[in-house]
C-alpha cells in the first residue's frame, strides 16, 4: 500500500540543475518527516537532506547551499532542487518517510520506515 515514486534524475553538464520529486501514497502524508539519501556505485546510502513534520530542513555538509529541499504536503510531494552539480554528486538518489523517526536519527539509512526505488542522477564533467 505504501508507495514512494521518485522522478526527474537524468543527465547533466556540471554547474547544472535538477530537481528531483517524490509522490507518496502515504496516509496522513503531513505527519511524516521526509529525507533523500544517495548511494554511489561502491559506496554505503548516504544522507542528503531532509525536512521536519514542519518543514525545518537539514542538510548534509557535502550539499548545503547547493541542494534545496523542500515538501508539499497538499500534493503528498517532497522535492529536492539540486544547483551547482558536481560529477562527485552522481548517484542513485532515493526518498525516505518515517512517521515516528527523531531528528536527531535523520542522518542515519536505518531509521526510516519507507524508501522509494531511487532515481539515477549523472553529472558529466
Known amino acids: 500500500q505504501v508507495q514512494l515514486l521518485e522522478s526527474g534524475g537524468g543527465l547533466v553538464q556540471a554547474g547544472g540543475s535538477l530537481r528531483l520529486s517524490c509522490t507518496a501514497s502515504l496516509s496522513g502524508f503531513r505527519d511524516y518527516a521526509l529525507a533523500w539519501f544517495r548511494q554511489a556505485p561502491g559506496k554505503e546510502r548516504e544522507f542528503v537532506a531532509a525536512v521536519t513534520r514542519g518543514g525545518a530542513g537539514s542538510y548534509a555538509d557535502s550539499v548545503r547551499n547547493r541542494f534545496f529541499m523542500s515538501r508539499d504536503n497538499a500534493k503528498n510531494s517532497v522535492f529536492l532542487q539540486m544547483n551547482s552539480l558536481k560529477p562527485e554528486d552522481t548517484a542513485d538518489y532515493y526518498c525516505?518517510?518515517?512517521?515516528?523517526?527523531?531528528?536527531?536519527?535523520?542522518?542515519?539509512?536505518?531509521?526510516?520506515?519507507?524508501w522509494g526505488q531511487g532515481t539515477q542522477v549523472t553529472v558529466s564533467s
Open positions: 525516505a518517510a518515517d512517521s515516528t523517526i527523531q531528528t536527531s536519527d535523520y542522518m542515519s539509512r536505518f531509521q526510516w520506515d519507507y
